[in-house]
């Protein structure tokens, strides 16, 4: 949708702008487009307790109820109480394996719709576009559904056999993508925006009340040239919005070591930079290995694509690989065969150094291949790869040369022939002062999903440091990486707004009131 065909008056406030529109975006949008919840009839929730308090005013919409009293006693695998709690009811015992059905029904009830702005870069599903495309979701595909569209069921269409219980990158950005039309939201979508500035609007003596600018640009397809291409133009919009939503995410901006020689051109900081090295046939099983550095999923998935080519790979990470909180440790054996596979190998073929006579590096290169480094024997043994658990590194050289550093202070040089730096990332909250820092639990740090997530009320999703009233943020921008727990964020902020709409608060504008307003501005 063309932001210009919405004809916004000037001065005109916006119920609610929703900055970002992967997952989150379009879960939220969903529920306040007026699809609602409720506890259906017929069904049971396996969770006694749970139930007899849905049993309670089974007349009201999930939206209507009391969020925190639900939430009291529920345990599941995030931290955010309406997140277990919205899993549960959509996902029942989904943990143990089981395929309960969800005892909710979706009734759509336009009279209940908040009107809403998504803005996003990119197509509905946000960042899943950029990901690689072949390689499985490390979550189960029934996980990674939106509610009211069955995830299995859309993919059976696309594909006669569904091999296995999960997805690729490829076939959720589709989904989502399909999810957006096939529930009618496109209207609400504003996408090829990006967002330049969010800030806080003070009241004039006109009457106009304390509220949201947000400013930004949108791509626009121009004029049509000879050859078929089209000019693409930058245009300026400006914003007025009660509430405005962060749910950006946080792949934008990869994270750096901050060592020296980081910079060099063949230190990269991204999977798809190792899969077009890839594809421009620089790397084979006669290359100097790939140094990866990171122990998340990002940095198995470049391990097991150089796995594929026969490509050694050096594996240096910060961890000890029985640390419970690596990933690897936390993923069942069974449902991911591949990241098992890696961490076997970060496992049984750690390097162990030899005490140096004469210095306190070792030199690892040409002669010296990690094949021949003595590693346990076991059946999935991979002479390629080396892992350097507990080691940092130090720098990079412009001889391809890298130093690793262990918790011990003994380094090694290690000859590789590109180092892939997969650590994690930071969101792109540049439209913020100080880039959102101030909104972190920790207000010195940067904002990140793991370690320093947006500080929100755990059942409205309010920003706790906002500037003013009416700032949400959601996803892993409040620390839920996993689609199937960030839609507890759209469940509480829809919750939220649609208190504040029955108090009568931040602008009473009904859907019936917002189309009249844009077919008189038509006309």
């Known amino acids: 949708m063309d932001l210009h065909d919405k004809e916004i008056l000037p001065g005109e406030i916006l119920p609610v702008v929703i900055i970002g529109n992967g997952p989150s975006g379009i879960c939220l949008s969903y529920l306040l487009s007026g699809y609602t919840p409720y506890l259906s009839p017929e069904a049971s929730h396996p969770n006694p307790l749970l139930h007899s308090k849905l049993e309670e005013q089974p007349h009201l919409s999930l939206l209507e109820q009391d969020l925190e009293y639900l939430c009291e006693g529920l345990e599941g695998r995030s931290s955010n109480p309406v997140a277990v709690l919205f899993d549960s009811l959509l996902l029942p015992d989904s943990d143990f394996g089981l395929d309960h059905t969800s005892p909710l029904e979706w009734r759509y009830e336009p009279e209940r719709a908040i009107p809403h702005l998504v803005l996003g870069k990119g197509p509905p599903g946000g960042a899943w576009h950029a990901m690689e495309g072949s390689m499985l979701t490390l979550s189960l595909a029934n996980w990674m559904e939106l509610p009211g569209l069955k995830l299995k069921d859309w993919m ?206 070792q030199n690892l290169h040409d002669h010296s291949t990690p094949s021949s480094v003595t590693t346990p024997s076991s059946p999935s043994s991979y002479p390629g790869y080396l892992s350097f658990p507990r080691h940092r590194v130090v720098a990079f050289r412009p001889d391809r040369k890298c130093i690793l550093e262990s918790e011990s202070g003994q380094q090694t040089v290690v000859q590789i ?74 469940l509480a902020i829809a919750s939220d707004l649609a208190k504040t709409q029955r108090e009568g608060e931040g602008g009473d504008m009904t859907t019936d009131r917002w189309v009249d307003r844009q077919v008189t501005a038509q006309t």
């Open 156 to 361: 059976r269409e696309k594909r006669r056999n569904v091999r296995n219980d999960r997805a690729t990158p490829a076939e959720i950005a589709s989904y989502y993508q399909h999810y957006v039309s096939q529930m009618s939201l496109e209207q609400s979508f504003a996408c090829g925006t990006t967002v330049t500035t969010v800030t806080r609007q003070p009241g004039n003596q006109e009457g106009s009340p304390p509220c949201w600018r947000v400013m930004g640009l949108q791509r626009r397809e121009g004029e049509e040239l000879g050859d078929g291409s089209a000019v693409s133009e930058e245009v300026p919009f400006s914003l007025l919005a009660h509430n405005v939503v962060l749910a950006t995410g946080t792949h934008d901006i990869p994270a750096r070591l901050g060592v020296e020689g980081e910079s060099l051109p063949y230190v990269c900081h991204s999977f798809w930079e190792l899969e077009a090295a890839i594809s421009r046939g620089e790397l084979d099983q006669s290359s100097d290995p790939v140094l990866v550095v990171g122990a998340g999923l990002t940095a198995a998935d470049a391990v097991l694509a150089a796995h594929h080519l026969n490509t050694p790979v050096y594996h240096a990470f910060r961890r000890s690989v029985t640390d419970p909180g690596l990933i690897f440790n936390q993923l069942p054996k069974l449902l991911y065969p591949e990241y098992h596979k890696v961490h076997q190998m970060m496992t049984q073929q750690q390097y162990r150094p030899s005490p140096p006579p004469l210095e306190n590096a």
């Open 417 to 490: 022939s590109k180092a892939l730096v997969l650590i994690g990332a930071h969101p792109n909250l540049s439209f913020l002062g100080d880039n959102g820092r101030s909104l972190g639990i920790n207000p010195d740090e940067p904002i990140t999903c793991r370690r320093n997530p947006i500080e929100v009320d755990p059942f409205t999703n309010k920003v706790v440091a906002a500037e003013g009233p009416g700032l949400y943020a959601m996803g892993p921008l409040v620390g839920e990486n996993f689609v199937r727990f960030l839609k507890g964020g759209a």
